[in-house]
């Protein structure tokens, strides 16, 4: 499953418009294994390959806006610190970075960091008042008949789809290696996870399972500066 988290090569011409924005806090990589930071001058050439979660300082400078994926996104510039502290600058699609800590979950399926504790670790601490709602008490890992788990954020509408995607493919991962989701089911959410969204209603995903549902459902919910949004993310866990 998480090989549908491979970065993909992309290759686009340099342009030199460029601007500067206001949103320059830390930002975190949302791509699997690594992103591909890419020469300033020239987008051909990789100049480092940033690992999953790692963190990154926007200068401020953005260049143009286009969809790569899918996700809505723009050419930024950043700063970034290797292992032994060389700072090294470079281009990123936004999309791929986020503006909270990245999930700590195993991609290899032994740890299954929840929902709930993600945003208690993470989200809470930042400025903007984000958080979690939990209803019933339970996680929806936890096999209870019905339970649900939201989360807020601020962000792009492009690291809102690329944090869902994410969620989604995390959320059913134990039940593509087990097999309980059909080859069927597969399809129908590799095809779910590659829709495009313009943030103007809500998007749900959650191919059936036989015994219970288990859909993750995201919407916009505010506007706010910058080309951020508030978004809330919602698991839902129900037996039939």
Same mark, same amino acid.
């Given at each position: 499953?998480?090989?549908?988290? @491979?970065?993909?090569?992309?290759?686009? #011409?340099?342009?030199? /418009?460029?601007?500067?924005?206001?949103?320059?806090?830390?930002?975190?990589?949302?791509?699997?294994?690594?992103?591909?930071? =890419?020469?300033?001058?020239?987008?051909?050439?990789?100049?480092? @390959? #940033?690992?999953?979660? /790692?963190?990154?300082?926007?200068?401020?400078?953005?260049?143009?806006?286009?969809?790569?994926?899918?996700? =809505?996104?723009?050419?930024?510039?950043?700063?970034?610190?290797? @292992?032994?502290?060389?700072? *090294?600058?470079?281009?990123?699609?936004?999309?791929? *970075?986020?503006?909270?800590?990245?999930?700590?979950?195993?991609?290899?399926?032994?740890?299954?960091?929840?929902? @709930?504790?993600?945003? !208690?670790?993470?989200?809470?601490?930042?400025?903007?008042?984000?958080?979690?709602?939990? /209803? &019933?008490?339970?996680?929806?890992?936890?096999?209870?008949?019905?339970?649900?788990?939201?989360?807020?954020?601020?962000?792009?509408?492009?690291?809102?789809?690329?944090?869902?995607?994410?969620?989604?493919?995390?959320?059913?991962?134990?039940?593509?290696?087990?097999? !309980?989701?059909?080859?069927?089911?597969?399809?129908? #959410?590799?095809?779910?996870?590659?829709?495009?969204?313009?943030? &103007?209603?809500?998007?749900?995903?959650?191919? !059936?399972?036989?015994?219970?549902?288990?859909?993750?459902?995201?919407?916009?919910?505010?506007?706010?500066?910058?080309?951020?949004?508030?978004?809330?993310?919602?698991?839902?866990?129900?037996?039939?």
């Amino acid at each position: 499953m998480h090989s549908l988290l @491979k970065s993909v090569p992309i290759i686009v #011409l340099f342009f030199s /418009c460029f601007h500067f924005s206001s949103v320059a806090q830390t930002h975190y990589v949302l791509a699997q294994p690594y992103l591909n930071l =890419r020469n300033v001058n020239d987008r051909s050439e990789v100049v480092a @390959k #940033l690992p999953y979660g /790692c963190s990154v300082e926007p200068t401020g400078r953005t260049y143009e806006s286009t969809e790569i994926s899918n996700l =809505r996104g723009t050419w930024i510039e950043v700063m970034w610190k290797d @292992k032994v502290g060389n700072s *090294i600058k470079g281009v990123l699609f936004d999309a791929f *970075i986020f503006p909270f800590k990245a999930p700590l979950w195993e991609w290899d399926g032994q740890e299954n960091e929840s929902f @709930k504790n993600y945003a !208690y670790a993470f989200l809470d601490s930042n400025s903007f008042t984000s958080g979690w709602e939990f /209803c &019933d008490g339970k996680d929806y890992e936890s096999w209870s008949e019905g339970s649900t788990s939201t989360i807020y954020f601020e962000s792009t509408l492009g690291q809102a789809l690329r944090f869902f995607r994410m969620w989604v493919e995390h959320s059913f991962e134990q039940y593509v290696q087990s097999g !309980y989701l059909s080859e069927t089911g597969q399809k129908e #959410l590799k095809q779910e996870l590659s829709r495009s969204w313009n943030g &103007d209603s809500t998007l749900s995903v959650g191919p !059936y399972m036989e015994g219970f549902r288990l859909s993750v459902i995201i919407e916009r919910i505010d506007h706010t500066e910058e080309g951020r949004s508030v978004f809330k993310i919602e698991i839902e866990h129900f037996s039939d």
